[in-house]
């Protein structure tokens, strides 16, 4: 990289930066999303919740589709 690039090109370091952060934050989200593990432990918990009487039928179905939702990837229109 010459000196005459580095020059025009050095004020938006920060801004590259900050969309690599961006990008990287998105792929760990969607790793979390979509990890079975995590998953199971959303779904056990919803159950949990349900059985405990913190939640109701609907909110544990309003759930679950939610989780399954973003699993999938589809967005709601």
């Known amino acids: ?39 199971r432990r959303r779904l056990e918990a919803i159950e949990e919740a349900r059985r405990s009487g913190q939640i109701s039928e609907e909110e544990e179905a309003q759930a679950v589709e939610e989780i399954l939702r973003l699993m999938s990837g589809t967005r709601r229109g």
């Open 1 to 39: 990289m010459g000196l005459v690039s580095m020059l025009f090109t050095w004020p938006l370091a920060p801004v590259h930066g900050v969309i690599r952060l961006a990008e990287l934050i998105q792929q760990q989200v969607e790793h979390e999303l979509k990890d079975p593990a995590a998953v």
